[in-house]
């Protein structure tokens, strides 16, 4: 397999390098934080500095082991750099698995001769308490499985048909690590499903002490089932209900935060384009990879809508964009992105193939009363086209050609 450089993420940390801010990288495990960290780590070979600058500690690694908390974490780093005098980098992956890992990096950072990098697998890196100690002094940037566009380039575009190499995509998701399995569903399945129970058990089951892991892995089930659907806490208790399954509304709520702070779903509110504020109940939640719902659920066609829909949202993050559900009176819009001063407006759809469905698709984008760019996302093969200021595209080509 050829290494694939993941500029687009590079380039937006390079402009920190040497800034005195900490540099944080969060994203599910497995997305591939430690091979951006040595991205970074060759970017400063480049420009010339030594490798006794430089310290790698990574948390995954045995060796690392006796790093336990804060003060082992100072000893070590400081013992290492004993007898530096330039500027020092510092590089600590899976930075969550120390104890109050924040003192010693908030107090290397006060020294001013260091440049921090870390990484992390879990929301909690930046809880409230921790934020505020290092409140002003961090940037981070959020790491995502692979988007479409990077897939083809580690397939080394192996297969020229777009449409195949989507499939190919929608099945088995963006981990980087599924480029050595030669794309055997078996292989990638049973490493995929091997990754969910190591986030389910280390990063929630475990850190949040949670007694019936079979009644959180049937909500998890639940989630996974309904991505691109809007449900409310509540709808997920009396599904649960429904079965037999007794369990409250602040426990549910409590669940899918936990899955959030892992990174494994994540959660969009929904927007009133009217009232122009953010609505408080009936959200939806994305998975951060597709490959999750069909190695644990099974590939469904009925589902493909919503699979879609998760791989646009992706997209659409991997951009920074903040994101939303619009809500237009009655009307649903798939997805309302803001940067700056940007916003789109999007809707997504498998196929138009009936006069209602491309009537519900068009016409809430018809009734939004100002002139920001609106997209029609679908599978279908027709040329771009452009009716009545809406955009109608590919998913395949929007996917690889929006920026």
Not at 144 to 155: A, G, I, M, T, V
Not at 278 to 295: R, V
Request: contains cysteine; hydrophobic residues 40%.
């Amino acid at each position: 397999m050829n290494i694939y450089k993941r500029n687009n993420y590079l380039q937006k940390i390079i402009p920190f390098i040497n800034k005195p801010v900490i540099k944080i990288i969060t994203g599910i495990r497995r997305c591939g934080k430690s091979y951006l960290l040595k991205q970074i780590i060759e970017e400063l070979a480049n420009q010339k500095v030594e490798k006794n600058q430089i310290l790698y500690v990574n948390k995954e690694l045995v060796k690392f082991d006796f790093i336990k908390n804060y003060t082992d974490l100072y000893n070590y780093i400081s013992e290492s750099f004993e007898n530096i005098e330039a500027k020092k980098y510092v590089f600590i992956d899976e930075v969550q698995e120390i104890e109050n890992w924040e003192k010693a990096v908030i107090s290397l950072f006060a020294e001013d001769s260091f440049d921090i990098y870390l990484t992390g697998s879990n929301a909690h890196l930046l809880s409230s308490e921790i934020s505020t100690l290092i409140s002003g002094r961090y940037v981070e940037i959020n790491l995502y499985p692979l988007d479409f566009s990077e897939f083809l380039k580690f397939r080394n575009n192996i297969n020229n048909n777009q449409e195949d190499e989507f499939n190919l995509y929608l099945q088995f998701g963006g981990f980087p690590v599924i480029h050595f399995f030669d794309y055997n569903e078996e292989h990638i399945f049973q490493y995929i499903q091997s990754l969910y129970s190591t986030i389910l058990l280390k990063d929630i089951v475990s850190r949040f002490n949670i007694r019936n892991i079979q009644l959180f892995e049937n909500l998890t089930k639940y989630v996974f089932d309904n991505i691109g659907n809007i449900f409310s806490g509540r709808s997920i208790s009396k599904y649960l209900k429904a079965q037999n399954i007794s369990i409250g509304l602040d426990t549910v709520q409590n669940y899918l935060q936990h899955l959030e702070t892992s990174y494994l779903i994540h959660k969009v509110k929904r927007y009133d384009l009217k009232g122009k504020r953010i609505l408080e109940i009936y959200e939806k939640y994305y998975l951060s990879d597709i490959s999750f719902k069909n190695a644990i659920l099974g590939f469904q066609q009925k589902d493909i809508s919503g699979m879609l829909e998760n791989i646009v949202f992706l997209k659409l993050k991997m951009l920074d964009y903040k994101v939303f559900i619009g809500k237009l009176d009655e009307m649903e819009i798939d997805f309302v992105a803001q940067k700056g001063e940007t916003k789109i407006y999007i809707q997504v759809a498998y196929l138009l193939e009936t006069e209602e469905t491309i009537n519900r698709e068009f016409n809430v984008l018809r009734e939004i009363p100002d002139n920001y760019p609106k997209y029609v996302l679908t599978m279908d093969k027709l040329p771009k086209s452009n009716n009545e200021g809406i955009i109608r595209m590919n998913i395949i080509k929007f996917l690889l050609n929006f920026k």
